[in-house]
């Protein structure tokens, strides 16, 4: 069985704050792939990062960087210096090797968390 | 590429009625799929294809059938449309394996009522 976490439904911060999306996950695999995607007001689902189960380093793009510790089973998503852009609704998923009935290898996702970045 | 395509962006039906979302894709990957998204429970998995000519169910597939004729395309077909699947229906396709990322499409809002 595989599970994901997003315990923040809502976060509400000032531009130019750092926020911190968290995520945990469950997965009895060893090989597996966690995902972040955004979903901006307009509805779409825009895909931010893959990472795979074997490499825990820390990445980075622009304002966006992601925690991955296996340790913890957590793959946290950090917003540097939020923008009024950023708003939007930020989705962790799941998806790993085995094969379960009524998905396959299904992306599972988190429930999300509404980010609200204000003026 | 125009990636993964869906129409219509907006549909009402009455309780009852039948309609078909479409889904196409121009990426030429085997696997597609379709979730639905409601408020307070992420997106679920309806069904989904690993290529043509084969279909399995997700999750929640009561009330929805699918084919896959071709590598391209991967309709919804909602049977008997109920107000219970009031929702935003979002299609879904990856090149093959489970490590491939996922894209998905603009989404369906459909109200039933």
């Known amino acids: 069985a595989q599970k994901v976490t997003q315990a923040q439904t809502e976060i509400s911060v000032v531009e130019k704050e750092d926020v911190t999306l968290d995520c945990v996950y469950e997965t009895r695999d060893t090989t597996y792939y966690l995902f972040w995607y955004k979903q901006p007001p307009s509805g779409e689902l825009v895909f931010l990062i893959r990472r795979n189960s074997f490499d825990e380093q820390n990445e980075i793009s622009g304002r966006y960087s992601w925690n991955f510790q296996k340790s913890t089973s957590s793959f946290n998503f950090t917003i540097t210096a939020s923008q009024v852009v950023d708003s939007a609704v930020y989705f962790c998923a799941l998806t790993n090797s085995s094969w379960v009935t009524g998905g396959g290898n299904k992306l599972t996702f988190g429930t999300g968390t509404q980010l609200k970045v204000e003026l | 590429n125009a990636g993964v395509t869906q129409t219509p962006k907006f549909q009402v039906l009455k309780t009852g009625q039948s309609m078909t979302l479409q889904c196409a894709q121009d990426m030429n990957h085997e696997y597609m799929s379709w979730y639905r998204q409601d408020p307070g429970m992420g997106l679920r998995l309806i069904h989904y294809?690993?290529?043509?000519?084969?279909?399995d169910q997700g999750e929640v597939p009561n009330g929805y059938n699918v084919s896959r004729s071709t590598t391209e395309d991967f309709p919804l077909r909602l049977l008997s449309a109920a107000p219970s699947q009031t929702s935003v229906y979002f299609c879904?396709?990856?090149?093959?394996?489970?490590?491939?990322?996922?894209?998905f499409g603009p989404g369906t809002r459909l109200t039933v009522l």
């Open positions: 879904a396709s990856r090149l093959r394996d489970f490590t491939d990322t996922q894209y």
């Open positions: 294809s690993v290529g043509a000519g084969i279909t």
